[in-house]
T-cell receptor, first 112, second 112 residues
């Protein structure tokens, strides 16, 4: 299994600012994923964070809005840029391991 | 492409009654199937998973699910629910690309 720590657990931010979310895994993993869960909605995959190369974004998500870093095999960050109230969501990182996905506890973001 | 359909957005049920939450998936290849539960203001918790073998899978908290390949279904059941089972339940498929695709979720509301 994997233990995933996310920081911050929650934040309230002003519109137009940016927030960087950190994800730390207790073991080395090849792939890390970032998800968004909008209020009352399911989880939607934002991107795959690849170590040593640019992230791969899903349809509807772009690098300028959600830049991702993956400096090593245990750590990744997701930045939510130029935030608007529509970005208020829970953001989760996830790692696949042995045919199962493990999830962090999420970052609950409120944009005011 | 894989997809997951949860047929009921909300399921109200009385305490101690049985419940079934329906899930259908679409995939041209073998898949791994999961049910997650999300209690209010909490993270995702794995209820159970199907990887291979017996089509009846038992999970935590008295839940079980049956994999039906011919009907491409993975319905979740519990013979007697409790108030504490009130939560959002997500069916998910783990793809060959190590991504997890989630259904829209079913809100189980257990009434006294």
């Amino acid at each position: 299994s994997a233990v995933i720590s996310q920081k911050p657990s929650r934040d309230i931010c002003q519109r137009g600012t940016s927030l960087t979310i950190q994800c730390q895994v207790d073991s080395q993993v090849t792939m890390m994923f970032w998800y968004r869960q909008q209020p009352g909605q399911s989880l939607t995959l934002i991107a795959t964070a690849n170590q040593g190369s640019e992230a791969t974004y899903e349809s509807g998500f772009v690098i300028d809005k959600f830049p991702i870093s993956r400096p090593n095999l245990t750590f990744s960050t997701l930045t939510v840029s130029n935030m608007s109230p529509e970005d208020s969501s829970i953001y989760l990182c996830s790692v696949p391991m042995n045919t199962e996905a493990f999830f962090g506890q999420g970052t609950r973001l409120t944009v005011v | 492409a894989q997809s997951v359909t949860q047929l009921d957005s909300q399921v109200p049920v009385f305490e101690e009654a049985p419940v079934e939450l329906r899930c259908n998936y679409s995939s041209s290849v073998s898949v791994y199937l999961f049910w997650y539960v999300q209690y209010p203001n909490q993270g995702l918790q794995l209820l159970l998973k199907y990887l291979s073998g017996s089509t009846l899978v038992k999970g935590i908290n008295g839940f079980e699910a049956e994999f039906n390949k011919s009907q491409t279904s993975f319905h979740l059941r519990k013979p007697s629910v409790h108030i504490s089972d009130t939560a959002e339940y997500f069916c998910a498929v783990y793809t060959g690309g190590f991504k997890t695709i989630f259904g829209a979720g079913t809100r189980l509301f257990v009434k006294a």
